[in-house]
T-cell receptor
Framework: DTAVSQTPKYLVTQMGNDKSIKCEQN?????MYWYKQDSKKFLKIMFS???????INETVPNRFSPKSPDKAHLNLHINSLELGDSAVYFC?????????????FGSGTRLTVV | GNSVTQMEGPVTLSEEAFLTINCTYT??????LFWYVQYPGEGLQLLLK?????DKGSNKGFEATYRKETTSFHLEKGSVQVSDSAVYFC???????????FGTGTSLTVIP
């Protein structure tokens, strides 16, 4: 069983569209994260949720809205997609806030905006 | 603030060569330190970690020692294989602020 699963793996869409990326973890972890990896492999945290509550909200456009229906799911909705949103988005989870034991990452969603 | 600096890539080595990827950090207090590996087309996987000074993390022939005096956590492997070709990320987690800080990643290519 995949520990942290994201769907879709690839997403190609036009500018201006609205899209969602889903993430689920079956590890029983309390905290989930969204990271954005740009073309130079730089990883930047976007959001962190602990038990459905938002705990980290970095400076990202408000077109990005995370939603956590329960502690095993953290979805990312993006409105009015722009070319600069093209990147790989990684979901991750950790047993506790801060992830001192390490994160478990999903395999990523490659978003291409055309 | 907290930050991680790792050596610029890309790094290209021949099979069985010795590998060092440098990583230094800036943090107050005592962060936990990690190396993650990203194989082509995949997500990041935890490679090894160390949670306190002088701890040595090791896995799959890779090692890194938490050096508080030099604020470093350099990754080493005695003999690399083609299958080690990947991007390697150094990272720290600081309990105050509860956030991971990743380095910029170092791409390693091992040629036969």
């Amino acid at each position: 069983d995949t520990a942290v699963s994201q769907t879709p793996k690839y997403l190609v869409t036009q500018m201006g569209n609205d899209k969602s990326i889903k993430c689920e973890q079956n590890l029983g972890h309390d905290t989930m994260y969204w990271y954005k990896q740009d073309s130079k492999k730089f990883l930047k945290i976007m959001f962190s949720y602990n038990n459905k509550e938002l705990i980290i909200n970095e400076t990202v456009p408000n077109r990005f809205s995370p939603k956590s229906p329960d502690k095993a799911h953290l979805n990312l909705h993006i409105n009015s997609l722009e070319l600069g949103d093209s990147a790989v988005y990684f979901c991750a989870s950790s047993r506790e806030t801060g992830g001192s034991g390490g994160y478990t990452f999903g395999s990523g969603t490659r978003l291409t905006v055309v | 603030g907290n930050s991680v600096t790792q050596m610029e890539g890309p790094v290209t080595l021949s099979e069985e060569a010795f590998l060092t990827i440098n990583c230094t950090y800036t943090a107050t207090g005592y962060p936990s330190l990690f190396w993650y590996v990203q194989y082509p087309g995949e997500g990041l996987q935890l490679l090894l970690k160390a949670t306190k000074a002088d701890d040595k993390g090791s896995n799959k022939g890779f090692e890194a020692t938490y050096r508080k005096e030099t604020t470093s956590f350099h990754l080493e492997k005695g003999s690399v294989q083609v299958s080690d070709s990947a991007v390697y990320f150094c990272a720290l987690i600081h309990r105050v602020g509860n956030q991971f800080y990743f380095g910029t990643g170092t791409s390693l290519t091992v040629i036969p």
